[in-house]
């Protein structure tokens, strides 16, 4: 339970990220029905050690989630490690990158820097949550249209903060797409394509796509 | 992972307060600089209280004769878009714009930012500094770029925050809610200096917490602004910056205040910087003049030289525009 996400996923990691992802990719909240055993037997284990767990109840992507949490579990680890919902990445997890970001009643935040259990009553959105069913979303649309990416680590990150910049500026100034865009670090530099990918969301949402 | 700790939401203010006056209890707001604190180990907590239930804490009301009173948990967000501020104390909107990212701003509060601990390098890092109960300032013989031109003694750290210089500059008050009551503290009157105390930055007592800053209606002919030099152009701490309040009356300037951010452990007030100002038309003159007030009496380190040109370029620059 002390290590790092990342150093826990070094250890015992490809082969649970290749669940979740296949668990996820259709129906993200079955990953709750069917935690396979490492992450069961971690859940355990920190109710053993403190008796400390938090019952809580998470609105994600309009879904709700009962579950009991640490106090210390941020809401990236319970977004990847708990419910598997593996599109927000995790990096530096201090606030540092904004891979992690996510939006919580609307606005875009860091789920590295939010307590799951501060989050609670709160509807919190994924990268997951910005498709149209089992369609792109716009603002994910344009990403792969201008090719805004490269390694693709940043992205959902990326997608997400531009999705909250788009719905309190449908049609930004190219100021006001870098100023949108400037917590999210990009260390590909795709940054030009990135900037061309919001104003084609603007076009994609204002054509109602 | 971050070490394990027990959660409470507190229910009142003096629930907060008196649960807060243990030491291993850290009050938890915005969480972007507690949980990045307590992820680099630099501070240790078996307890978070959370204000976050506390709506009395939150948004901004109308103060007495056209002031304001901002709730600490007031975010950054709500402070540089609201229409009164934007129009009326320019400084604290341009400042609040200025922090962190826009998912920081989002999340973090006005109380928060004013309580942040310093982002010294060494202090963040895995260095037993004096403000964290050693014997060394490891900026004194090591990497001193970020660290300061005034102030120092003992501990060179810069303090981080953007809106605290802007309200210095506006004389603002901060109303501080203990197991004792209630107190006002001038902002200014609020950071302490290392030659007063290494282990915290703020007047606050074990228990105390920030409820509400408190600012005056704005003066008649006020102007302000806030500039902030940082090494990219967002997300980022100020190496240095300028919180500028002026009034205005009959082309001369009659009040004003000067507040450098970046170059000190508290927001640094010039009175030199100010005295030059007042009585005088704002023009590229005077600008000249202050800015050359304002760093006399700089003491850089090895690696923090060039703070005092760019204090002097931010000063002529800011104060110029502010003429026009």
Redesign the interface.
């Known amino acids: 339970m002390r290590k790092s996400i990342r150093e826990r996923e070094s250890r015992t990691g490809l082969s649970r990220r290749r669940f979740f992802n296949s668990v996820a990719s259709g129906a993200a909240e079955a990953a709750i029905l069917t935690v396979p055993g490492a992450v069961a037997a971690e859940a355990a284990v920190g109710q053993a050690a403190d008796g400390n767990m938090v019952k809580t109840v998470l609105d994600i992507n309009g879904r709700s989630h009962s579950l009991s949490v640490e106090p210390r579990w941020t809401l990236l680890y319970v977004l990847r490690d708990r419910l598997g919902l593996m599109g927000t990445k995790a990096s530096c997890e201090r606030g540092e990158c904004g891979a992690c970001t996510v939006l919580i009643d609307g606005a875009a935040r860091y789920a590295c820097m939010t307590l799951a259990v501060e989050a609670t009553g709160a509807e919190i959105t994924t990268v997951e949550g910005l498709m149209r069913g089992e369609e792109l979303g716009p603002v994910q649309q344009a990403f792969v249209e201008e090719d805004a990416f490269q390694c693709g680590h940043c992205t959902s990150g990326q997608v997400v903060s531009v999705e909250a910049l788009l719905r309190k500026t449908p049609q930004p100034s190219i100021e006001q797409i870098r100023e949108g865009v400037s917590g999210n670090v990009c260390r590909c530099g795709a940054y030009a394509n990135i900037f061309r990918a919001v104003q084609k969301a603007a076009e994609l949402r204002k054509g109602g796509r | 992972?971050?070490?394990?700790?027990?959660?409470q939401r507190a229910a009142s203010i003096k629930e907060a307060a008196e649960a807060a006056s243990r030491p291993d209890v850290r009050i938890?707001a915005g969480?972007?600089d507690l949980?990045?604190c307590l992820?680099?180990q630099v501070l240790q907590a078996n307890r978070?209280v959370?204000l976050?239930g506390l709506s009395a804490l939150k948004g901004i009301r109308q103060g007495p004769g056209g002031g304001l009173r901002l709730g600490a948990l007031t975010t950054l967000?709500e402070i540089a878009e609201h229409r009164q501020i934007l129009d009326s104390y320019s400084v604290l909107a341009q400042a609040a714009a200025s922090v962190?990212?826009?998912?920081?701003r989002?999340?973090g509060t006005l109380g928060g930012n004013l309580c942040q601990r310093p982002r010294c390098w060494y202090f963040r890092g895995d260095f037993k500094c004096r403000r964290k109960g050693g014997d060394t300032c490891f900026a004194e013989g090591g990497d001193s770029q970020l660290h300061c031109i005034f102030g120092g003694a003992s501990c060179y750290m810069v303090h981080p925050s953007d809106t605290a210089p802007a309200l210095v500059a506006l004389d603002a008050k901060v109303s501080i809610t203990g197991r004792r009551g209630t107190r006002l503290v001038p902002l200014s009157s609020f950071f302490v200096l290392p030659a007063d105390s290494l282990v915290k930055e703020t007047v606050l007592q074990p228990g105390e917490i920030v409820t509400e800053i408190l600012l005056d209606p704005p003066q008649p002919g006020a102007r302000s602004a806030y500039r902030k030099v940082r090494e990219r152009?967002?997300?980022d701490f100020a190496l240095a910056g300028a919180a500028i309040v002026v009034a205005m009356a009959e082309g001369k300037v009659r009040t004003a205040r000067v507040v450098l951010s970046g170059v000190a452990p508290v927001p640094w007030r010039s009175t030199d910087a100010e005295k030059t100002i007042i009585g005088k038309p704002l023009d590229a003159a005077v600008a000249v003049a202050a800015a050359a007030a304002a760093v006399k009496g700089a003491s850089p380190l090895a690696d923090n030289g060039y703070k005092v040109p760019l204090v002097r370029g931010i000063l002529e620059e800011t104060l110029t525009a502010l003429a026009a």
């Open positions: 992972m971050l070490s394990q700790f027990s959660y938890l969480g972007t949980l990045g992820r680099n978070l959370s976050n967000t962190g990212s826009p998912q920081l989002n999340q152009g967002a997300f």
